[in-house]
């Protein structure tokens, strides 16, 4: 009986304790557009260039510089040189840290005798548990995402759509983390969200491999290796059967 009870305290710790695990990332976006001069977003075979705000990690900034051009390119933009594209692009990205108090539980064996009416043995005992909450220090890491465009106009800049994209988390990989922030700021692109969206991405997002795909191809990479272009000649020869 000893046994049997201690092994259903024991279940019933690892249930409590996985309970409010989020494996997802969420991400917070906010964006705002020129009504004026984009009122229906950017006009197709739009051009941009693209230029890191920052200073620092220069292999981070042009790897990140690198997923954005992919990003415009897939909405059917294209990338320019600054002085001959129609807007500026201006990126930046950072992380900053804050510690917190949070109240966790701790699960202490009571070994006082509890009982139970049993119409074959009135009494019995056993033995339980309480819970009791203690403070834990942690920090967070808030992952930022700042994307600016600037319309070339007549020599002159005019701000025409800016948009954010932030996740607070625990972990403090950025470099992991950016390619969801990317993802979810260009779902945006052009467009005023009008207040802030609340977005909840899994690990898994099919956007985020697609472009990990796209960027990280390997060295010996060509365009028969390419799915979409065998995908292409799958279908050509289809077509002429």
């Known amino acids: ?132 909450y203690v403070p834990e220090e942690y920090t967070l890491f808030n992952k930022i995402l700042l994307i600016e465009v600037y319309k070339n106009s007549s020599g002159k800049k005019e701000p025409v759509w800016q948009g954010t994209a932030h996740s607070y988390e625990e972990d403090s990989d950025l470099r992991d983390a950016i390619d969801y922030l990317l993802v979810t700021i260009f779902k945006h692109f052009g467009r005023n969200t009008q207040k802030y969206i609340n977005t909840r991405m899994e690990e898994t997002n099919q956007d985020v491999q697609r472009l990990r795909e796209e960027y990280f191809q390997p060295i010996d990479y060509t365009e028969k290796n390419n799915k979409t272009y065998q995908r292409s000649l799958l279908k050509k020869s289809l077509l002429k059967n």
């Open 1 to 132: 009986m000893k046994i049997y009870k201690l092994f259903l305290l024991s279940i019933s710790i690892l249930l409590l304790s996985s309970c409010g695990k989020d494996t997802g990332m969420r991400i917070t976006t906010n964006t705002f557009a020129n009504k004026e001069i984009i009122p229906r977003g950017f006009k197709p075979n739009s051009t941009f260039s693209i230029t890191a705000k920052q200073k620092g990690d220069q292999l981070f900034i042009q790897e990140v510089s690198q997923k954005i051009a992919t990003l415009i390119k897939d909405q059917g933009f294209s990338v320019k040189t600054t002085g001959k594209a129609d807007y500026d692009l201006i990126f930046s990205f950072g992380m900053e840290k804050s510690t917190h108090t949070r109240d966790v539980p701790v699960y202490v064996p009571d070994y006082g005798p509890w009982y139970y009416y049993n119409y074959y043995a009135p009494y019995r005992y056993g033995y339980g548990y309480r819970v009791t």
